[in-house]
């Protein structure tokens, strides 16, 4: 049985299955997984690129072989061969927008791993391919996890009334390698890539790519995902903090782990984000995730990740997670859900193109402003 927030939001639909393309899945395999769990969409094949280096393909391969599907090297000819409609999009972060631009020119729907790029314009490529092929979008996301979703309905039924400053703490509970300090003078800089490699088997390589990328790029989404959709108003400007304060990877790469950003909106309304990847050692949870909503009336104050359930027992692994969202398997199932409902309805997506560009550029300016130290108009 799922939670009462899917039954009470879930609308009958056509029966139509959806064929997908996995347009390589070397970062997060839960979300072509995710995907593929629903009834209304089925994996076809795995297909990259023929000229990615080898460590590309045998991640592909794997998660071929695990679901039973074909790998293709050749990204036109698994398009062409499959009867595919539908494209994932898991790749290095800098690839992300280049397939997705390969797929809507296509004519498949793209869903795609976060960051949506690293460029704002790659995400004007997309936003134009997507638009022009007429062809629906999602940036994976975690907006309907309950708690966010039960947010946005006390918010939406003027609980607390009209919102007029918004504040999350997103800090994820994980390592990155040795931390700031712990290791010695002569040491080498740590090589980004294939650190984020090695990090792929505790599900700790989000950046994962050939330019790094700090927490405001890898994570920035979703926190800025759950303004964009309690709020419709839009971001103008921002100040932004950002440092390297944990792991010796983000200091030797000149990439923040700890930022803070205060955002300006349209019409009054403020918001702030503090953001950070914390270490394992610093929290027994996934992190410290909450939203806190001021409104005329009233406030809320949110726990992402509940509900949850504690597990502890000897000999625990360190890296196992001691506390379980219970409904987290339903976030996936959700959007998937939101996203055959987006075709089904030709209506957009939970996070289309359009509004993934835009937290990219909220992104984009507030990285600038902590190179800067000024505040920065968000393009």
Excluded at 223 to 234: D, F, G, I, R
Aim: include cysteine; charged fraction near 25%.
């Amino acid at each position: 049985m799922r939670s009462k927030s899917y039954t009470n939001n879930v609308e009958f639909m056509s029966k139509t299955t959806y064929r997908v393309v996995v347009l390589s899945v070397v970062k997060h395999g839960y979300v072509a997984s995710g995907v593929g769990a629903h009834p209304r969409f089925e994996l076809a094949v795995v297909a990259d690129d023929a000229d990615r280096p080898d460590w590309v393909h045998e991640r592909n391969e794997r998660f071929a072989l695990d679901h039973g599907i074909p790998y293709v090297r050749n990204v036109a000819q698994a398009i062409g061969e499959h009867d595919v409609q539908v494209a994932v999009v898991s790749s290095e972060a800098e690839r992300h927008c280049d397939l997705s631009v390969r797929a809507a020119e296509a004519g498949l729907h793209v869903i795609q791993d976060k960051p949506m790029s690293n460029t704002l314009s790659e995400c004007d490529r997309v936003v134009d391919a997507v638009a022009r092929n007429s062809v629906k979008f999602l940036m994976w996301n975690r907006n309907l996890l309950p708690a966010v979703v039960e947010a946005k309905g006390a918010i939406d039924r003027g609980d607390v009334g009209d919102p007029y400053a918004f504040h999350v703490d997103f800090y994820f509970a994980k390592d990155a390698g040795p931390p700031i300090g712990s290791r010695r003078t002569n040491d080498p800089p740590m090589d980004w890539l294939e650190t984020l490699k090695a990090a792929h088997a505790t599900g700790a390589d989000g950046g994962l790519g050939v330019e790094p990328m700090g927490e405001l790029g890898i994570e920035g989404c979703y926190p800025l995902a759950y303004m964009a959709m309690l709020t419709n108003h839009k971001v103008i400007r921002v100040f932004a903090r950002t440092a390297a304060h944990f792991h010796q990877l983000y200091q030797d790469n000149d990439v923040e782990d700890l930022a803070t950003v205060t955002l300006e909106f349209e019409n009054d309304l403020v918001g702030s984000l503090c953001i950070g990847r914390i270490g394992a050692a610093s929290h027994p949870d996934i992190g410290e995730i909450k939203l806190h909503v001021l409104g005329a009336k009233g406030a809320l104050v949110v726990s992402e990740a509940r509900p949850e359930v504690g597990i502890y027992y000897r000999n625990q692994p360190e890296d196992e997670f001691k506390n379980h969202r219970l409904l987290a398997a339903d976030n996936d199932y959700l959007l998937a859900d939101d996203f055959a409902r987006a075709i089904d309805t030709d209506r957009p997506s939970i996070l289309d193109a359009e509004k993934s560009r835009a937290i990219t550029a909220i992104v984009t300016a507030a990285l600038e402003s902590g190179r800067t130290g000024l505040v920065v108009d968000v393009g």
